[in-house]
């Protein structure tokens, strides 16, 4: 049986409208350098000074430590316009479906390529926590770990700050190629793709994963999943 269920924010479990894929792109294309769209796919998921980074090398630019943080920068601020003229909100169905979970003493985390003064502000916008009273077992960003996604260590951390052992207990779920390859990586008994995002099934099913789901509404019904 699933102990924990570690999932993705952005376009997994809270829709914000692809703010994040335009304010990746926009912080890159403020130096003058321009963003193919398959690029931008490949590391939406990832750590976003990482990914800052890898889109300035391919298109053609010298990522310098004062430029990415200016980009990350500029990233963060477009956001937060962003979720001013259009609030971030609870994916149909996601809400119910964690407390499910918990309710069947699942244990819930999330996990984010947003550092966590991003990822902070916007799970308070949509009332989301931890703690006494909160829907959520654990929060990790990724400022809390070494490497971000695809690497297993915010999964991993997760499992840390929730007491769970036995990663083949873990399901892994999330929206992008760097979320299936993290939970591959990190060993997790089950690892789900979700079509929310703005990546499609074809492209999803060329990673390494146990299910593809519409949403994660419909994760409850794996919990009694046996670990691979």
């Avoid at 792109?25 to 800052?52: C, F, N, P």
């Avoid at 407390?99 to 916007?122: H, N, Q, Y």
């Avoid at 299936?180 to 994963?209: C, F, I, M, R, W």
């Amino acid at each position: 049986m699933i102990e924990l269920a570690v999932l993705d924010m952005a376009g997994t479990t809270i829709d914000e409208a692809g703010a994040v894929y335009r304010a990746l792109r926009a912080a890159v294309e403020r130096t003058g350098l321009a963003v193919a769209d398959e690029d931008l796919q490949t590391w939406m998921g990832t750590d976003k000074r990482e990914a800052i980074d890898a889109l300035v090398r391919l298109g053609g630019g010298t990522p310098t430590p004062e430029l990415v943080e200016e980009s990350y920068a500029a990233f963060a601020a477009y956001l937060r316009e962003a979720y001013a003229a259009t609030p971030p909100q609870p994916l149909p169905g996601v809400e119910q479906a964690l407390a499910e979970l918990r309710a069947r003493g699942i244990k819930v985390a999330l996990t984010t390529g947003f550092s966590e003064d991003v990822a902070g502000p916007l799970l308070a916008a949509i009332g989301w926590s931890t703690g006494e009273g909160g829907n959520l077992d654990a929060v990790v960003t990724s400022d809390e770990v070494g490497r971000g996604r695809p690497a297993p260590y915010l999964i991993h951390r997760a499992m840390e700050k929730t007491g769970v052992l036995d990663v083949r207990s873990v399901l892994a779920a999330g929206d992008t190629a760097v979320d299936l390859q993290a939970g591959t990586n990190a060993g997790a008994g089950v690892v789900v793709g979700v079509l929310t995002g703005k990546v499609d099934e074809s492209y999803l099913a060329t990673h390494p994963h146990t299910y593809i789901l519409a949403s994660a509404a419909e994760i409850p019904a794996l919990a009694e999943t046996a670990a691979r």
